[in-house]
């Protein structure tokens, strides 16, 4: 058996599973968990496998722990003692709206806990997993860590930074302008707009400066995709961004959708973790508006093409 390959492997589906709580976890991160037995020529059968898996599916109720322990067949509970539990991010160690699940944990008897990252949260950061070994358990830290770190970088931001994760966001025309002659213009497709929608489905809040506000009146609903409208926010030079107010009402992302002196405010001050552009490299006008410029720290980190529209998306350079 070779260990590696097979952690990565359950810690994989720890991270399909995760994903489905994408829309009812928050505030709390998403979460997946696995149990599985691994391969003992002592058992009947003898082969490893998956006896239990949960995923955190709403803020308030059980844990991925929690639900993976519940799944498990009163047949197999006995194995319990043999298994090794898989688990996105490190297992909670304090009482919230739920009991910790490292307390869970022990009490099951599992011999071995492999976690994907360590938890940013205040009230856990390590102590899940200092209270596991503690207790004797095998625990093993940092499978596909980056990719656990990065389903829940919007979590992650939030707590370190005490603020949303920030993604700036607009459509060009091919020739770099928002706009046409300061009009209004269609830029996105019916199918981008649709993935516009989407996005806005996954996140907290949404923002416009006052101009935009007043010359297109955006709605900045969900439309043409299922789920909750996020929070519509309106700026200017007398109504501010407050940070810490969006942090206090546990806002964790923010979309901001502009006009371009909205965008370059958030720009100029560094205050983005993500910038998606789309271009319609179908269309181009005679002037107006020009796009924002792209920060040089501005890395490229996914890039789709769908017809005429491109949609590129950035976050920010590590430092070397």
Not at 32 to 41: D, E, N, S
Not at 58 to 86: I, P, Q, W
Not at 171 to 176: D, E, H, I, L
Not at 263 to 290: K, P
């Amino acid at each position: 058996m070779n260990q590696t390959t097979d952690d990565e492997r359950y810690m994989r589906r720890c991270l399909q599973l995760a994903r489905n709580g994408r829309q009812n976890a928050k505030p709390n991160p998403m979460v997946g968990a696995v149990i599985c037995l691994p391969p003992a020529p002592s058992r009947r059968g003898g082969e490893g496998r998956i006896i239990g898996e949960g995923y955190h599916v709403r803020c308030g109720e059980g844990h991925a722990e929690v639900n993976a322990f519940a799944s498990v067949s009163t047949e197999d509970e006995a194995l319990l003692k043999e298994a090794t539990m898989y688990v996105s991010l490190e297992p909670c160690a304090h009482y919230g709206k739920t009991p910790p699940c490292a307390d869970l944990i022990i009490k099951k008897g599992i011999r071995r806990v492999v976690v994907g990252c360590q938890d940013d949260f205040a009230e856990v950061q390590g102590r899940g997993i200092e209270k596991l070994r503690e207790a004797g358990i095998d625990v093993t830290v940092g499978v596909l860590e980056e990719e656990c770190r990065e389903l829940n970088r919007r979590f992650f931001t939030f707590h370190r930074f005490s603020r949303p994760y920030i993604i700036l966001k607009w459509a060009q025309t091919a020739n770099g302008f928002i706009d046409d002659d300061g009009k209004a213009l269609q830029i996105s497709s019916p199918f981008t707009q649709m993935l516009s929608h989407k996005l806005r489905a996954e996140e907290d809040a949404i923002l416009v400066g006052r101009v935009t506000n007043e010359r297109e009146h955006p709605l900045l609903t969900v439309r043409h995709w299922r789920g909750s409208s996020p929070k519509r926010l309106v700026v200017d030079r007398t109504h501010p961004l407050n940070l810490n107010s969006l942090h206090a009402h546990n806002i964790q992302s923010l979309i901001v959708e502009g006009g371009a002196k909205t965008l370059q405010s958030f720009l100029v001050q560094s205050l983005w973790d993500e910038i998606r552009v789309e271009t319609n490299l179908a269309l181009t006008v005679g002037g107006g508006t020009r796009a924002p410029q792209l920060p040089a720290n501005a890395t490229v980190v996914s890039q789709q093409r769908y017809g005429d529209n491109q949609i590129v998306t950035y976050r920010k350079k590590e430092k070397d």
